[in-house]
C-alpha cells in the first residue's frame, strides 16, 4: 500500500518553514525520507525506526507516530538548496519481521524562492 | 568509495523488444533493489535482490525481471516492451536491505517508442 504525502506540492520563500507529511494504512517498521533534485538520484535525509531510533542529518528533522503510522518532515529556516522532491518510504514488516519492502509516496514538490 | 552506477543511462527501444540494464552497488553491499520512477507516480518498488536471491517483489508483470551476480552486480530484464514501460529506472544498494539506507543510482532512462 503507496504512503500518502501531503501537501504534493509547496512553494516557500528563503527562510520559511514547511511540513511535510506521510501517512500509511499498515503498521510500519520504519519510515524513510529522501530528497530528489531534478535530474539527480534520490539521496537519502532520514530513517525513523519504531522503537524511537533515528538515523540521518543532523539538519534534518522528522517524527514518526508509531501508532498513527504517520511521520512528518520539518523544514526550517528554508534555503535554495532545499528544493527538490521530497519522497518517503515506508517499511512494513512481513513474514514475521524478516523480510520486507521499501514502497515510496509518489511525492512532494518542494520550491524554494529567493 | 564509487558511488551506485547504472549503465546504459539512456536508451531508446521499440515496442516488442527487450531491454537489459544493469546496476553496480557499492563495495560490500549485498542488497539491490529496483523502482520505476514515472512522472505523478513517484517511485514504484520492482523487487530487491540479496546475496543473489529474490527477497521480495513488487506488483509488476512477469515481464519484468532481474537477477544478482555474486559480486552483487544486478541486471534487470523487460522483456516485450511496451509504450507505458517509458521510465527512469533506479537501482538502490544498500548494505541490509530494507532496513537500512538505500544509496541510489542516477538511474537508467528508457523510452519505448
Known amino acids: 500500500q503507496q504512503p500518502v504525502q501531503s501537501p504534493q506540492a509547496v512553494i516557500l520563500r528563503e527562510g520559511e518553514d514547511a511540513v511535510i507529511n506521510c501517512s500509511s494504512s499498515k503498521a510500519l517498521y520504519s519510515v524513510h525520507w529522501y530528497r530528489q533534485k531534478h535530474g539527480e538520484a534520490p539521496v537519502f535525509l532520514m530513517i525513523?525506526?519504531?522503537?524511537?531510533e533515528q538515523k540521518g542529518h543532523e539538519k534534518i528533522s522528522a517524527s514518526f507516530n508509531e501508532k498513527k503510522q504517520q511521520s512528518s518532515l520539518y523544514l526550517t529556516a528554508s534555503q535554495l538548496s532545499y528544493s527538490g522532491t521530497y519522497f518517503c518510504?515506508?517499511?512494513?514488516?512481513?513474514?514475521?519481521?524478516?523480510?520486507?519492502?521499501?514502497?515510496f509516496g509518489k511525492g512532494t514538490k518542494l520550491s524554494v524562492k529567493p | 568509495k564509487a558511488g551506485v552506477t547504472q549503465t546504459p543511462r539512456y536508451l531508446i527501444k521499440t515496442r516488442g523488444q527487450q531491454v537489459t540494464l544493469s546496476c553496480s552497488p557499492i563495495?560490500?553491499?549485498?542488497?539491490v533493489s529496483w523502482y520505476q520512477q514515472t512522472p505523478g507516480q513517484g517511485l514504484q518498488f520492482l523487487f530487491e535482490?540479496?546475496?543473489?536471491?529474490?527477497?521480495n517483489k513488487g506488483n509488476f508483470p512477469g515481464r519484468f525481471s532481474g537477477r544478482q551476480f555474486s559480486n552483487s552486480r544486478s541486471e534487470m530484464n523487460v522483456s516485450t516492451l511496451e509504450l507505458g514501460d517509458s521510465a527512469l529506472y533506479l537501482c538502490?544498494?544498500?548494505?541490509?536491505?530494507?532496513?537500512?539506507?538505500?544509496?541510489f543510482g542516477a538511474g537508467t532512462r528508457l523510452s519505448v517508442l
Open positions: 525513523l525506526l519504531k522503537g524511537g
Open positions: 518510504g515506508t517499511a512494513s514488516m512481513n513474514y514475521g519481521g524478516s523480510q520486507g519492502n521499501l514502497i
Open positions: 535482490y540479496f546475496s543473489e536471491t529474490q527477497r
Open positions: 563495495s560490500g553491499h549485498r542488497s
Open positions: 538502490a544498494s544498500s548494505p541490509g536491505g530494507w532496513r537500512d539506507i538505500q544509496y
